[in-house]
């Protein structure tokens, strides 16, 4: 397999099974029969589909297929994720909560094709915009005049994990509803301007104070929440600080690029949040330092067609 072909498949093969009419049975082995290959081959299988291992539903397996078609390339499976597997599908071990990982931590779910999303701030036409900009498939969504609205074909779910008028807006109640949930998009109003900013942490949250290292994070804004063809994309130029996690602080991208309050002040006070270009692309707001009418985090979820 060239390299080029493996770019291809990697960077289109989550997109494939999202919109293929009939399931793809995709079989890539080096050799013929597992049980007498020798390291070498287990380790060229290994750099063949190490990008391709978050694709597989193993959510989907039964016991059977597991024995047949997974347990044969232990060798290939990160370790955890092996151990979960085997303790899914074992009846001897007890079955622990799954974390079993898709694509980027995007973790799979079964959702109706015709569903909607729990928001006061964001409706399909949102979602379908930042779906482009999570897999990248297009910075403008807008060029051919056309934005995605039909959920059928959205490739994400979003799950409401919280909203500041129900949940609280201190960093309290940000980290208790929104730590450790792998990718998320953060999305505010802007009091007084009817403005929608927020950003993507694929990486997830946490009250340690710790810096994430991530290329795919980005920040947004809708310029009047409606306004669609004056959003903004700016996506991160300083991996190192993509994301800053802090007990003290909710959301935080980049070096002050985009901040949810400080020194533990709620959210919705005046002045509370600020952005200031530093760690991404560009300007998303004009406004230096804010408050917060409403707020919603959202878990993002890799979308499994039902039939």
């Given at each position: 397999?060239?390299?080029?072909?493996?770019?291809?498949?990697?960077?289109?093969?989550?997109?494939?099974?999202?919109?293929?009419?009939?399931?793809?049975?995709?079989?890539?082995?080096?050799?013929?029969?597992?049980?007498?290959?020798?390291?070498?081959?287990?380790?060229?299988?290994?750099?063949?589909?190490?990008?391709?291992?978050?694709?597989?539903?193993?959510?989907?397996?039964?016991?059977?297929?597991?024995?047949?078609?997974?347990?044969?390339?232990?060798?290939?499976?990160?370790?955890?994720?092996?151990?979960?597997?085997?303790?899914?599908?074992?009846?001897?071990?007890?079955?622990?909560?799954?974390?079993?990982?898709?694509?980027?931590?995007?973790?799979?779910?079964?959702?109706?094709?015709?569903?909607?999303?729990?928001?006061?701030?964001?409706?399909?036409?949102?979602?379908?915009?930042?779906?482009?900009?999570?897999?990248?498939?297009?910075?403008?969504?807008?060029?051919?005049?056309?934005?995605?609205?039909?959920?059928?074909?959205?490739?994400?779910?979003?799950?409401?994990?919280?909203?500041?008028?129900?949940?609280?807006?201190?960093?309290?109640?940000?980290?208790?509803?929104?730590?450790?949930?792998?990718?998320?998009?953060?999305?505010?109003?802007?009091?007084?301007?009817?403005?929608?900013?927020?950003?993507?942490?694929?990486?997830?949250?946490s009250s340690k104070n710790m810096w994430v290292n991530s290329r795919y994070c980005f920040i947004?804004?809708?310029?009047?929440?409606?306004?669609?063809?004056?959003?903004?994309?700016?996506?991160?130029?300083?991996?190192?600080?993509?994301?800053?996690?802090?007990?003290?602080?909710?959301?935080?991208?980049?070096?002050?690029?985009?901040?949810?309050?400080?020194?533990?002040?709620?959210?919705?006070?005046?002045?509370?949040?600020?952005?200031?270009?530093?760690?991404?692309?560009?300007?998303?707001?004009?406004?230096?330092?804010?408050?917060?009418?409403?707020?919603?985090?959202?878990?993002?979820?890799?979308?499994?067609?039902?039939?």
């Open positions: 397999m060239s390299s080029k072909y493996l770019t291809i498949l990697c960077r289109d093969f989550g997109q494939m099974l999202e919109e293929a009419d009939d399931d793809y049975n995709v079989i890539i082995e080096v050799g013929e029969k597992p049980n007498i290959w020798t390291d070498e081959h287990f380790k060229t299988l290994e750099t063949k589909l190490q990008n391709l291992i978050p694709f597989i539903g193993f959510s989907q397996f039964n016991s059977a297929q597991f024995t047949q078609q997974v347990k044969p390339y232990k060798q290939i499976l990160p370790i955890k994720l092996y151990t979960e597997l085997e303790n899914k599908f074992s009846p001897k071990s007890p079955i622990p909560k799954p974390t079993i990982p898709s694509a980027v931590t995007i973790a799979p779910q079964m959702v109706p094709r015709n569903g909607s999303i729990n928001s006061v701030l964001i409706n399909t036409r949102h979602l379908g915009i930042l779906s482009t900009w999570i897999g990248r498939k297009d910075d403008n969504p807008f060029k051919d005049g056309n934005i995605v609205h039909d959920f059928r074909v959205i490739p994400y779910q979003l799950k409401l994990l919280l909203r500041g008028t129900r949940d609280g807006f201190s960093p309290g109640a940000f980290h208790n509803k929104c730590d450790s949930k792998d990718a998320t998009i953060v999305v505010m109003k802007i009091r007084g301007s009817g403005q929608l900013i927020g950003g993507y942490n694929p990486i997830g949250w947004f804004s809708f310029d009047d929440g409606m306004g669609l063809h004056k959003s903004v994309l700016s996506r991160i130029v300083d991996p190192s600080r993509a994301i800053l996690c802090s007990q003290m602080i909710g959301a935080c991208f980049g070096s002050g690029d985009l901040v949810m309050g400080g020194a533990r002040s709620d959210f919705d006070m005046d002045l509370a949040c600020s952005s200031n270009i530093q760690s991404y692309e560009k300007t998303i707001t004009s406004l230096d330092r804010f408050s917060v009418e409403e707020y919603e985090v959202f878990q993002v979820m890799r979308r499994l067609r039902t039939c």
